[in-house]
């Protein structure tokens, strides 16, 4: 399954009963990321799924992280 967006992100975690609403878009993007770190420590995610979610994790992030610094401005 490829992983190019959050949203892609989300629907993998919701195969396993791992549903994130916090309210706040960056809140749901870190705690996705801690969630798909105990998956690939639990050995359900190869490497290559891995790195490439957290990829996605990382880009999302820090798109999320400059709009809320600029609606702060």
């Not at 992100?9 to 706040?24: Q, S």
Request: a negative charge; proline letters at 1%.
């Amino acid at each position: 399954m490829a992983m190019r967006t959050f949203l892609d992100v989300l629907d993998l975690l919701k195969k396993y009963d791992i549903y994130i609403h916090l309210g706040k878009r960056l809140w749901d993007i870190e705690l996705a990321a801690i969630e798909i770190d105990n998956l690939y420590r639990a050995k359900l995610l190869s490497p290559q799924e891995y790195a490439q979610i957290k990829m996605v994790l990382n880009h999302e992030h820090e798109a999320e992280q400059q709009r809320e610094d600029k609606k702060e401005k």
